[in-house]
């Protein structure tokens, strides 16, 4: 037998064997399920119900997986972790049209809702913490692959996953991350329907903004529905004329509230500490007009107790001082007064009043998700529209909760002892449903109002000729 050459077997073993092509395209694997699948199948798995873009995000992740794939296992795990909560956070912004700094600045308030009464909510939180769980498993398989050819894979495969996110994305433009850009043109609901300039102190002046009431899109059902128990009443038509509107709406709750209350776009922060002499409780206040500010829910969330002082409010009534008058405990992500007892609070200040007052009420109960049970009286939504409940049961709850407002404030204000009063009701902004079939029945930019102007003499004989 010949012998085999020392150089020749020493250059084979120096050759590339197969197992060393297959350990790459293994960690090229690992990689790929961490970064590119692991890192946002949950937000993925909403592309078919509705979801805000998040294409930015999936490159994000897809870039920070690539810097750190030779990195120790702790430094993986916590780039990991951090994207994910980015990703996160993003997300629940675009829900409720926040920007990053109003949601970190919300972040403080998280300890007064309670989001466990909301599935919606604890699934979310589930997913997020299965999906830690698995990373964590699977950050322990090496990533560190090296070949040129399958880091432009991984470019590739990041890039189209967020191109693919961006189509899916593509009807739902313009229903996430509403801020208010450079020169919008500003509009309000005192301001449009000539609310506000009613205050001649011969009558009292209630404005009532109703969480999350959007403008029905293309939905002639929600459309009827959505102030039927106030333009539908014959004693309501008799006592009052009625106008209705719509108004551009950026941003979250807080921001609707100044739009209506300081006729501008903004938010709160910059009032905590210092007075606006031109937001409408401040301009009433000086035309002699007592003020007071309600809400349902408690004073310290977005820290209201504070800055309602600021712009004018020299009395505040919140979900405590309801509850104490009288009305009933309603449950919810936001749990607090029921806001279907409130408008007997109302008429039953202003039969008290010793002066023109404007009053302002924030409601409550309508703010998503509403669930069922809780004492909403939302259960039986069918008594509103069988068709809502059959088509859109999520809608179908939160307009039981539009309904039983209005038909407590219409039995109060057509009372005969209803003092004279102006009432204008709008919405602070659309209804940010998670899913595509349910938000897509509002219009995104634009809420409704309805404003209930109290007839004079001179109308009531007018309209007897």
Known sequence: MGSIPVTALTADMEKPALWQVDD???KFGNWVLVWVVLANIGFAAMWFSGAPPRHMEIVYAG?????VKRMPFAIRYLAFVGILTFSTLKFVGG???LDMSSLFYS???FAEIKPSNSFDYIAGAVTIIGVMIAAYKLLRRDTDFARPLLIIAAAVAFISLAAVDLWMGKDMRGHYFRAAPEGAVFGSATGDSGFAARADGKRHLVLIVVEAMGVPKDNPEMAKLLFAPLVDNAAIQARYDFKRGTAPYYNSTTAGEIRELCGRWGDYYDLLDRKDSGCLPNVLAKKGYDTLAMHSFTGSFFKREQWY???GFAKREFGKDMMKAGA??????FPGACDRQIPQQIAAKLKAAQKPTFLYWLTLNSHLPVPSGLNLNVDNCERVSPLLKAEFPQICRQFAIYHDIQTALADEISASDFPDADILLVGDHMPPYFDRHHRTQF???QVPWLYLRRKDEADKSAASR
């Open 24 to 26: 790459e395209v293994r």
């Open 63 to 67: 870039l920070i997986g690539l810097v």
């Open 95 to 97: 829900l409720f049209n």
């Open 107 to 109: 972040l403080q308030f």
């Open 309 to 311: 002082p600021n712009i």
């Open 328 to 333: 009933e405990k309603c449950g919810g992500v």
């Open 443 to 445: 219009d995104p930019g």
